[in-house]
């Protein structure tokens, strides 16, 4: 079993609709919680991170982390063709500081 | 600030060549990473080196792969000889401090095994 699982998609949706992508993991030591973006033929950029639980929002986009479910989430609203992507959960153990565990990446499409 | 330069940018070679990637970091990172990350993969560590040592290579496969990072700033990563399942893009990261928001990444090296 990988430590994170996350559904590779491809996901396509309208312009201006509501994204959500998920990942779900294994290992309880995961404190630090992230979510990437990666375009075509680039490396991968942070987009966000929360620490353990709770929600955390900037701009369109909402991360949520239920760590009794071990289950975390990125919503994007009013997404926008530019928003077009492969995202990546990712996650860090307390202890192995910056130690980068990576879901395999949902390829999203926005259709203007 | 200029970001992480990688290069070649691709990189096409037979099995059981070898070949070798360039990284140069962003200005002062003491920390620098080489990811391997296979078509529809995440990006998987292979090394972390602290300044020019060496803290995490368990996922190396040193039998033919190898890395160093001489004078804590440039690195380069070898594989010698290549087999196609090494075919991949190789990302290279730095990082000025331990922590989730720190990674900087640059564009990849597309490595194709023929």
């Known amino acids: 079993q990988k430590e994170v699982e996350q559904d590779p998609g491809p996901l396509s949706v309208p312009e201006g609709a509501i994204v959500s992508l998920n990942c779900t993991y294994s290992?309880?030591?995961?404190?630090?919680f992230m979510w990437y973006r990666q375009y075509s033929r680039k490396g991968p950029e942070l987009l966000m991170y929360?620490?353990?639980?709770g929600n955390k929002e900037d701009g369109r986009f909402t991360a949520q982390v239920d760590k009794s479910s071990k289950y975390i989430s990125l919503f994007i609203r009013d997404s926008q063709p530019s928003d077009s992507a492969t995202y990546l959960c990712a996650m860090i153990a307390y202890s192995s500081a910056s130690k980068i565990i990576f879901g395999s990446g949902t390829r999203l499409s926005i259709r203007p | 600030e200029a970001g992480v330069a990688q290069s070649p940018r691709y990189k096409i070679i037979e099995k059981r060549q070898s070949v070798a990637f360039w990284c140069n970091p962003i200005s002062g990172h003491a920390t620098l990473y080489w990811y391997q990350q296979i078509l529809g993969q995440g990006p998987k560590l292979l090394i972390q080196?602290?300044?020019?040592?060496?803290?995490?290579d368990s996922q190396l496969p040193k039998d033919r792969f190898s890395a160093e990072r001489l004078k804590g700033v440039d690195s380069t990563l070898k594989i010698q000889p290549a087999k196609l399942e090494d075919s991949a893009v190789y990302l290279c990261?730095?990082?000025?401090?331990?922590?989730?928001?720190?990674?900087?990444f640059g564009p990849g090296t597309r490595l194709t095994v023929l």
């Open positions: 929360t620490y353990s639980s």
């Open positions: 990261a730095s990082s000025s401090r331990t922590g989730p928001d720190t990674q900087y």
């Open positions: 080196f602290q300044n020019n040592g060496v803290v995490d």
């Open positions: 290992n309880s030591a995961f404190q630090y």
